[in-house]
């Protein structure tokens, strides 16, 4: 695995306390994610069977490797989603995205990591 994202999580996990909210973690994650991102695009996707009727399963795969499950309706392989909510945050104009666009724009910078 590049250790970009490693390395930006690990400077993210000392500052993290310091301002939950503020731009310089907001930055971090942002690292974070598109690290993992770039790293992400060598992987492919693999499709995993879900017991649960409304729910469908993938997982990244890289040699023999394989990610934890990811919501495939839940994950927005678009960086640029980040980059609005990001901006959005900055300005305090969340009301533009629902709730449900927030939640699949952090589950994907969240999952992406895994």
Known sequence: MSDIPLKSYAALQKTFA?????????KAIGEVY????????????????SM??????????????????VN???FIADESQWKAFDAAVAKNALKRFTPAQITRIVYSAAISFC
């Open 34 to 49: 598109h690290g993992c991102r770039e790293f992400l695009k060598q992987a492919k996707r693999e499709n995993l069977r």
């Open 72 to 74: 495939a309706k839940q």
């Open 18 to 26: 310091a301002d939950i909210g503020g731009a310089a973690n907001r």
């Open 52 to 69: 649960i009727p409304t729910k469908d399963y993938f997982a990244f795969r890289i040699g023999d490797k394989l990610s934890r499950a």
